[in-house]
Nanobody, 120 residues
């Protein structure tokens, strides 16, 4: 079994910062790209940031220059540092990763989501 668990969401004022963390656990052989998505009610889930196993990153235009994604391969974790937060960043944030398990099965896994609320 493989599991992703997020933490670090909460309520913050506009202009503030939050750091989200996601830890993968279980029968993991290797982890490929790790992603952060977000979703608001009535909208599709959108990709916020991605980081490959080699450390290459990609960001949505709406968060470039404000968010930074990083990972610790030894700890199977991915972080999302969110700075200069805006009310429009309010959403449920989800961690996602492509993981090869010990039986050599490759699957996409999702965390349970963590709420980020930015007040104006």
């Amino acid at each position: 079994q493989v599991r992703l668990a997020e933490s670090g969401g909460g309520l913050v004022q506009a202009g503030g910062s939050l750091r989200l963390s996601c830890a993968a656990s279980g029968s993991i052989f290797s982890i490929y790209t790790m992603n952060w998505y977000r979703q608001t009610p009535g909208s599709q889930r959108e990709l916020v940031a991605a980081i490959t196993s080699g450390g290459s990153t990609n960001y949505a235009d709406s968060v470039k220059g404000r968010f930074a994604v990083s990972r610790d391969n030894a700890k199977n974790t991915v972080l999302l540092q969110m700075n200069s937060l805006k009310p429009e960043d309010t959403a449920v944030y989800y961690c996602n990763a492509g993981i090869l398990d010990l039986r050599q099965h490759l699957s996409s896994y999702w965390g349970q989501g963590t709420q980020v609320t930015v007040s104006s």
